[in-house]
């Protein structure tokens, strides 16, 4: 039985009021479609980044259950509507049955992205010291996505958000999978990069900094991708802590709110996408799913993939929060990058 919730009890307390924004412009975000099922498959990861909205690290525990990922895979199957997996984490490549996981969604004939975050192929598995160095070649077999953080091409402000070393071992990891075509003209094997500002700043914009990355990283290293998408930071987890320690929270909220555009806000990304989180809750996006705001049908009942209907999830009213308008400040953000 679906557990019934209090209407928006997280928004209670705000003083920001994003609703009250979008009605001000006469803004209306039902969903449009749902192409794509992200799955945070755990939050075990081998790094502990300072922007991380998921508090991912080496001691999460956290795991989407054998069952959890057979009902994904029904999904899947069930519905053609959705082309498309988006693994995420953690490092998603740490899921006992990530592998698994890939073979099976790819058998469907669905596009499969991986949200990997270079490192791990070097690190392996901070709990089990289970070898990772065999992913790229596995990548390459299936014709996985591959989506990878890289906060900036120079050493010291990648190092600063993600830890000492990090940069090396991603320019390492990056070579490692462009020798195996990805990011290669023609080869059809997609390498994305993603950009977060270091700090409570807007990116800056998406096709010029694609420009300097590519430029950089072939020039002083020879390593070549497809494409860059920038990220806002979410003033949610880690980096909120982070903001409010240094007393920045209040003036990066207003900065959010001054830049917000509605032509971002009509390509935020929850319109087309559920996230599905490591006990088969069901959320509008990512960041939703860690402030734990579960995505409610139109009786306000919770959804779960343990009960997955098509239609009724995508009749659910999106539920909206303060960090939206980190989605929709500039040039909007998203899991694929600028919206506008």
Do not use: W
């Not at 006469?26 to 998921?54: A, E, F, W, Y």
């Amino acid at each position: 039985m679906s557990a019934v919730l209090p209407i928006r009890v997280f928004e209670e307390k705000s003083k920001y009021n994003f609703e009250g924004l979008l009605r001000r412009n006469g803004i209306d975000l039902p969903p449009l479609s749902i192409d794509t099922l992200q799955v945070n498959v755990t939050k075990l990861c081998n790094q502990v980044c300072r922007h991380c909205h998921v508090d991912a690290g080496p001691q999460r525990k956290e795991m989407l259950s054998p069952e959890g990922i057979a009902k994904c895979l029904e999904i899947l199957e069930r519905h053609p509507q959705i082309t498309k997996l988006d693994i995420t984490g953690g490092a998603p490549e740490l899921h006992p049955g990530f592998d698994v996981f890939v073979e099976k969604a790819v058998a469907l004939g669905k596009h499969v992205m991986v949200r990997h975050n270079l490192t791990v192929q070097l690190d392996g598995n901070p709990q089990t010291k289970e070898n990772k160095e065999y992913l790229p070649e596995f990548f390459a077999k299936h014709r996985v996505e591959v989506i990878s953080s890289l906060p900036y091409y120079q050493e010291y402000f990648t190092d600063a958000q993600r830890g000492s070393g990090v940069f090396q071992k991603s320019v390492e990891a990056m070579k490692r999978l462009n020798a195996v075509g990805y990011g290669v003209e023609g080869s059809g094997l997609v390498l994305n990069l993603v950009y977060n500002p270091v700090g409570p700043y807007l990116p800056a914009a998406q096709a010029g900094l694609e420009a300097d990355y590519k430029r950089e990283l072939r020039d002083k290293f020879g390593l070549v991708f497809n494409g860059l998408f920038t990220i806002t930071n979410m003033p949610i987890n880690r980096f909120k802590l982070h903001l409010d320690k240094s007393g920045q929270y209040e003036a990066y909220m207003e900065k959010l709110l001054a830049a917000f555009n509605p032509a971002a806000a009509a390509g935020v990304m929850c319109r087309s996408l559920i996230s599905v989180g490591h006990d088969g809750r069901i959320y509008d996006c990512d960041f939703n799913q860690m402030l734990e705001m579960d995505a409610l049908d139109a009786k306000r009942n919770k959804l779960t993939i343990f009960d997955f209907d098509f239609g009724r999830t995508l009749q659910r009213p999106i539920q909206f929060g303060d960090h939206c308008f980190g989605c929709t400040a500039g040039a909007g953000s998203s899991c694929g990058g600028a919206t506008a």
